[in-house]
């Protein structure tokens, strides 16, 4: 069994910064590719940032130079630092595991395990 709970999301006006985190709780120490994505209301999810099993990171276009992902095994904790957010970056944002990723790094219906999302409001 694989739990993702998602923290730090908020409002914060343009060009300001925010850090979410995703705990991850398993009843078997595993290693997972993660990564966070977006969605609006009835639009489709959409991949922000991935960091698979061998350490290798991927970006949406859009967050580029502006967001990091990063991972803490020990911990099991994925975060993603946003900085310099504008108000496109407004959206509900998920975390996401699943066992491999390669190419397929962007395509949500890959991923095998979603937290709840944190809302995150740019105004």
């Known amino acids: 069994h694989v739990q993702l709970v998602e923290s730090g999301g908020g409002s914060v006006q343009p060009g300001g910064s925010l850090t979410l985190s995703c705990k991850v709780s398993s009843t078997t120490k595993l290693t997972f590719c993660m990564g966070w994505f977006r969605q609006a209301p009835a639009k489709e999810r959409k991949a922000v940032a991935v960091?698979?099993?061998?350490?290798?990171?991927n970006y949406a276009d859009s967050v580029k130079e502006r967001f990091t992902v990063s991972r803490d095994d020990e911990q099991a904790i994925l975060y993603l630092q946003m900085n310099s957010l504008k108000s496109e970056d407004s959206d509900m944002y998920y975390c996401?595991?699943?066992?491999?990723?390669?190419?397929?790094?962007?395509?949500?219906?890959?991923?095998?395990?979603w937290g709840l999302g944190t809302q995150v409001t740019v105004s």
């Open positions: 996401a595991a699943t066992f491999a990723c390669g190419v397929s790094w962007s395509n949500p219906q890959i991923f095998s395990y």
């Open positions: 960091i698979d099993m061998d350490g290798k990171i």
